[in-house]
């Protein structure tokens, strides 16, 4: 394991390469994953994380070219991971977020990473939280997320990062849509992109309704237009501003994203033992063929995954 | 293991067509796909396949400057102490293509070149 700590130093000094070979290990093996967790739990981390979220194709990609070009104008070291779809079918993905940033590909201030996240309704996948622990070593004052373009459900990533921003453009239905618990409730900015389309005013009287002061922050609601660079300087000040804010619930949030991670490999290590556990097909063909109901045959499969995975590793 | 393949469109060159249809086939073959767009310079090529760590870069030319600008690629990847196989494709004369191999290409898919065809050299690539 000697290796591991050998690319966590090169990552320290900003070696972009490493960084970049870390990262597809850990996406590819959760052992791996695990040591490197492990490994640099509570280091301090330096980059503030700022989400961007949103329907697809309201412009998130557009606007987080922009901000990378403003904040590394500013100085600032920025890291940035897009996360895309993949196909449940074939497995495969196209990459298309980075189209829209390309011009900072060689920038030295600046890392750009490309993630596919199979089926998951958060809009991220499990091994982004660990990555961007990893990223945060790195030197980066901030990193970026862009998630798959989300349904409603997407709280976790408002968990993971400093600030979340939702974009959202006209047109895109009426106030019970706004009205729908999730999202709408957890950003801590609210874009409305494509304000040039007309409708804008309309979006902005829904949301107007339905966002809340949270614990002492009051969320702005701001009109940007991805074309013109001029609009999103407005967005980066609210962020800096959110970013100072000191949320008295900070605690609680972090407590809720450790909830998650729990479940999370809670159910990893449940998929795994599974996977090696041959009555887990007996049951289901069993239950198929109406020979018991599903929730006494995960009743029993527990049952064995208590006596050999939990009794083993007692004895280890 | 997720198998990464960046598809780069180099110079000034605004034929994409060719690219796009090349990348949804390997999307479709199961591949992760990371397509850069139009109009890259050779040194965005090669920070972008560092970055997204893929295991081979697609180049895709059909402006006629497919020699002068693939070598670029080739000659950066050196001075970067990077090792990434090449393949490419587009408008290329069939004089070239023994140029281009003896760059370092490891196949030149011209004008009509069937999508199974790539997907497969690909898959025996890429495992
Ligand atoms: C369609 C087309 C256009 C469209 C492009 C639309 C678009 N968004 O792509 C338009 C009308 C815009 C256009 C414009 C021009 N074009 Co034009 N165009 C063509 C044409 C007729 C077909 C190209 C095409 O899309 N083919 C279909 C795709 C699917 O095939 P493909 O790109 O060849 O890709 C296949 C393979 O090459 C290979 N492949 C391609 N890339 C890659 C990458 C990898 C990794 C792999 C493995 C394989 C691979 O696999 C694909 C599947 O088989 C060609 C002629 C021809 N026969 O190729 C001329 C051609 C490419 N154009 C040409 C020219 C000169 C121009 C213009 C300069 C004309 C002008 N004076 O304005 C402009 C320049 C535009 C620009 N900004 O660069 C010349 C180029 C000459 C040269 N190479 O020396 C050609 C060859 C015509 C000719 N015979 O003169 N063009
Ligand atoms: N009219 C208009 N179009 C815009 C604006 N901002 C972005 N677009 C266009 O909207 C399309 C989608 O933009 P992206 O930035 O890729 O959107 P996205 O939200 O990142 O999309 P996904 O990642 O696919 O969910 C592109 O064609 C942009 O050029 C805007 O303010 N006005
Ligand atoms: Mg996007």
């Given at each position: 394991?000697?290796?591991?700590?050998n690319?966590?130093d090169?990552?320290r000094?900003?070696?972009?390469?490493?960084?970049?070979?870390?990262?597809?290990?850990?996406?590819?093996?959760?052992?791996?994953?695990?040591?490197?967790?492990?490994?640099?739990?509570?280091?301090?981390?330096k980059?503030?994380?700022i989400?961007?979220?949103?329907?697809?194709?309201?412009?998130?990609?557009?606007?987080?070219?922009?901000?990378?070009s403003?904040?590394?104008?500013?100085?600032?070291?920025?890291?940035?991971?897009?996360?895309?779809?993949?196909?449940?079918?074939?497995?495969?993905?196209?990459?298309?977020?980075?189209?829209?940033?390309?011009?900072?590909?060689?920038?030295?201030?600046?890392?750009?990473?490309?993630?596919?996240?199979?089926?998951?309704?958060?809009?991220?996948s499990?091994?982004?939280?660990?990555?961007?622990?990893?990223?945060?070593?790195?030197?980066?004052?901030?990193?970026?997320?862009?998630?798959?373009?989300?349904?409603?459900?997407?709280?976790?990533?408002?968990?993971?990062?400093?600030?979340?921003?939702?974009?959202?453009?006209?047109?895109?239905g009426?106030?019970?849509?706004?009205?729908?618990?999730?999202?709408?409730?957890?950003?801590?900015?609210?874009?409305?992109?494509?304000?040039?389309?007309?409708?804008?005013?309309?979006?902005?009287?829904?949301?107007?309704?339905?966002?809340?002061?949270?614990?002492?922050?009051?969320?702005?609601?701001?009109?940007?237009?991805?074309?013109?660079?001029?609009?999103?300087?407005?967005?980066?000040?609210?962020?800096?501003?959110?970013?100072?804010?000191?949320?008295?619930m900070?605690?609680?949030k972090?407590?809720?994203?450790?909830?998650?991670?729990?479940?999370?490999?809670?159910?990893?290590?449940?998929?795994?033992?599974?996977?090696?556990?041959?009555?887990?097909?007996?049951?289901?063909?069993?239950?198929?063929?109406?020979?018991?109901?599903?929730?006494?045959?995960?009743e029993?499969?527990?049952?064995?995954?208590?006596?050999?995975?939990?009794?083993?590793?007692?004895?280890? | 293991?997720?198998?990464?393949?960046?598809?780069?469109?180099?110079?000034?060159?605004?034929?994409?067509?060719g690219a796009?249809?090349?990348?949804?086939?390997?999307k479709?073959?199961?591949?992760?796909?990371?397509?850069?767009g139009?109009?890259?310079?050779?040194?965005?090529?090669?920070?972008?396949?560092?970055q997204?760590?893929?295991?081979?870069?697609?180049?895709?030319?059909?402006?006629?400057?497919?020699?002068?600008?693939?070598k670029?690629?080739?000659?950066?990847?050196?001075?970067?102490?990077?090792?990434?196989?090449?393949?490419?494709?587009?408008t290329?004369?069939?004089?070239?293509?023994?140029?281009?191999?003896?760059?370092?290409?490891?196949?030149?898919?011209?004008?009509?070149?069937?999508?199974?065809?790539?997907?497969?050299?690909?898959?025996?690539w890429?495992k």
């Amino acid at each position: 394991m000697g290796e591991i700590e050998n690319m966590i130093d090169r990552i320290r000094q900003g070696d972009k390469v490493t960084l970049s070979k870390l990262i597809t290990k850990m996406e590819n093996d959760p052992e791996l994953r695990k040591e490197v967790i492990k490994r640099i739990y509570g280091c301090p981390v330096k980059g503030k994380i700022i989400c961007f979220t949103g329907p697809p194709g309201v412009g998130k990609s557009t606007l987080i070219d922009h901000v990378i070009s403003i904040l590394t104008e500013r100085g600032k070291k920025v890291g940035v991971i897009l996360v895309d779809p993949r196909s449940p079918y074939t497995g495969g993905s196209l990459l298309g977020d980075r189209i829209r940033m390309q011009r900072h590909a060689t920038n030295p201030n600046v890392f750009i990473r490309s993630i596919s996240c199979a089926d998951n309704p958060e809009g991220i996948s499990r091994s982004v939280k660990d990555i961007l622990k990893v990223m945060g070593l790195s030197g980066m004052d901030y990193i970026i997320v862009e998630t798959v373009g989300t349904g409603q459900i997407a709280v976790e990533v408002s968990y993971i990062c400093h600030t979340t921003v939702l974009v959202l453009m006209p047109n895109m239905g009426d106030d019970i849509q706004m009205m729908k618990a999730g999202i709408i409730e957890s950003a801590d900015i609210y874009v409305i992109n494509k304000s040039d389309i007309g409708g804008a005013d309309l979006t902005e009287a829904y949301l107007k309704d339905n966002v809340e002061p949270r614990n002492g922050w009051e969320p702005p609601i701001i009109r940007t237009v991805g074309y013109n660079r001029a609009t999103v300087i407005p967005l980066i000040e609210k962020i800096e501003e959110h970013l100072k804010y000191e949320n008295p619930m900070y605690m609680e949030k972090i407590k809720g994203l450790l909830k998650t991670m729990f479940l999370d490999y809670i159910d990893d290590l449940a998929c795994r033992f599974l996977e090696k556990e041959s009555k887990f097909e007996e049951f289901v063909d069993k239950v198929a063929n109406c020979g018991c109901d599903y929730y006494t045959a995960v009743e029993e499969l527990y049952d064995i995954f208590k006596k050999e995975v939990i009794c083993r590793d007692k004895k280890d | 293991m997720r198998k990464r393949i960046l598809i780069a469109k180099v110079g000034l060159d605004g034929h994409d067509r060719g690219a796009k249809v090349v990348a949804r086939a390997l999307k479709n073959a199961g591949f992760e796909v990371i397509y850069t767009g139009i109009r890259q310079s050779p040194e965005q090529v090669v920070e972008t396949a560092i970055q997204e760590d893929v295991s081979l870069i697609g180049l895709s030319c059909l402006s006629g400057a497919h020699i002068p600008l693939f070598k670029k690629v080739i000659e950066l990847m050196k001075e970067k102490g990077v090792d990434i196989p090449v393949f490419c494709g587009g408008t290329i004369p069939p004089g070239d293509v023994e140029i281009l191999k003896k760059m370092g290409m490891k196949e030149v898919f011209g004008p009509g070149a069937p999508l199974k065809l790539i997907v497969e050299k690909v898959k025996k690539w890429v495992k």
